[in-house]
């Protein structure tokens, strides 16, 4: 008699979710997103609301990228230096608490600005200090990619899902009624973190250093790896391109004469993209595929934006969006590079560090996307993002193949060594 057969244990992305301190981080994550996304949206109605200013309403969308830069460099030590559970925690709460003074209607509008700034600015401590602890709850392996997958693809879906849900809830809600259900999600997002997470150590001991002076001196660590910072810009660089449509999307949508429905499409054009490629390139190509994928896909996924140089209909656009969205699929093998390379006791700083460098340039991609189509056709613009990206991206490509391990000098791989011992 033939003996039965075990079962087979789970694999791929069903693996990940195997994991329970993982299913509550991805409740959390899921929810504060939400959240973020539909206050967003209220605010910014609220605001307008209160001055009758496009410019004030467009800022509570600027205000969302430009504290991340502050917030990461300046509060970055706090990932390594606290337990990631209580960092976790009390940055949910502390947004909780900033959204609920949004609710007071004697709040000002320089004080609506202000709470929205502070959120921001925590935004990036919580998102790296999240990231480093994946790697204690899945390892630092293959599980952590797919789980870091995983919430990139939530953070896209989130996106489409959450201004569809604002704008449902501010046909039956008022502003602040909206921005109501923002409190409740950080706050449930608090509550799956504190109790269904575990409390571990510290990655790093305080010392006698300041938080501001430890997390400058990250900084300088993190960006003084030659390795590590090339794998960073490879993150950073295309990203700052690939924006330039997104931007664009309502002057483009003006210039080809299109109805508001085509809005929308180009808005969700590139997400859907790159949640298909995310997917596929999780599901189904095994780890060591995903890393031979990554510098040819970086060198090219910007290409298909060029397309746009011939000011191309909504069909053609829409296609060229979804292929720059797939090309974000290089990421996935260059997470488990970023982890590979940079030491343990600096994870929490250098992730706080890598969202910071990502929102900033993303933002700072966006308005000089807008400043060039003040003097030149946008389909020229993006046509040139999509050249001068993808030429930037070579150069970084070329960088990282030369900081591969085995490729650099010994006296290179010397100093490498010695700034990971001075982080302890």
Do not use: K
């Not at 959240?35 to 309403?57: C, K, M, N, Q």
């Not at 999509?386 to 591969?404: D, F, K, P």
Request: a positive charge; glycine letters at 10%; one cysteine or more.
């Amino acid at each position: 008699m033939s003996p039965v057969p075990s079962s087979t244990p789970p694999t791929g992305y069903r693996a990940v979710f195997a994991v329970r301190e993982f299913r509550a981080v991805f409740a959390a994550h899921l929810l504060s997103l939400l959240g973020v996304v539909v206050s967003e949206l209220a605010l910014t109605v609220l605001v307008y609301d209160l001055t009758g200013s496009p410019l004030l309403s467009a800022l509570t969308f600027a205000l969302g990228l430009l504290p991340y830069v502050i917030g990461g460099t300046l509060l970055a030590g706090v990932a390594d230096r606290y337990p990631a559970r209580r960092v976790l925690v009390v940055c949910d709460l502390i947004c909780a608490a900033c959204v609920a003074v949004m609710l007071v209607p004697a709040t000002p509008v320089a004080g609506l600005l202000s709470l929205r700034c502070l959120v921001a600015a925590v935004a990036p401590v919580f998102t790296g200090t999240r990231m480093a602890a994946l790697t204690d709850i899945l390892g630092d392996g293959d599980l952590y990619v797919l789980g870091r997958s995983l919430l990139r693809i939530v953070s896209q879906s989130a996106m489409l899902i959450g201004f569809g849900l604002g704008g449902a809830l501010l046909t039956v809600l008022s502003p602040r009624g909206a921005i109501t259900v923002t409190v409740v999600t950080f706050l449930c997002s608090a509550a799956f973190l504190r109790f269904g997470t575990r409390d571990r150590p510290a990655r790093a001991g305080s010392g006698s250093a300041t938080l501001l002076r430890e997390s400058l001196s990250g900084a300088r660590l993190v960006l003084g790896n030659r390795r590590v910072r090339a794998l960073l810009l490879l993150l950073w660089l295309p990203a700052m391109f690939v924006v330039a449509p997104e931007a664009l999307a309502a002057p483009y949508v003006a210039e080809i004469g299109a109805g508001p429905a085509a809005l929308g499409l180009l808005l969700c054009a590139m997400a859907v993209g790159h949640v298909g490629a995310e997917l596929f390139v999780g599901s189904v190509l095994r780890p060591r595929t995903r890393t031979r994928i990554v510098l040819p896909v970086a060198a090219v996924g910007l290409l298909p934006l060029v397309v746009y140089v011939v000011r191309p209909g909504l069909p053609l656009a829409l296609a060229a969006l979804a292929l720059a969205g797939m090309g974000a699929a290089y990421v996935i093998g260059l997470d488990q590079w970023f982890v590979d390379a940079v030491p343990p006791e600096l994870r929490g700083r250098a992730m706080t560090l890598l969202t910071a460098g990502l929102m900033t340039v993303q933002g700072l991609g966006m308005a000089l996307a807008g400043l060039a189509a003040e003097f030149f056709p946008v389909h020229h613009v993006v046509a040139a993002c999509g050249i001068i990206g993808t030429v930037v991206s070579l150069l970084v490509v070329a960088e990282v193949r030369r900081t591969a391990p085995g490729q650099m000098s010994d006296t290179e791989r010397r100093d490498g060594a010695d700034r990971h011992m001075t982080s302890g």
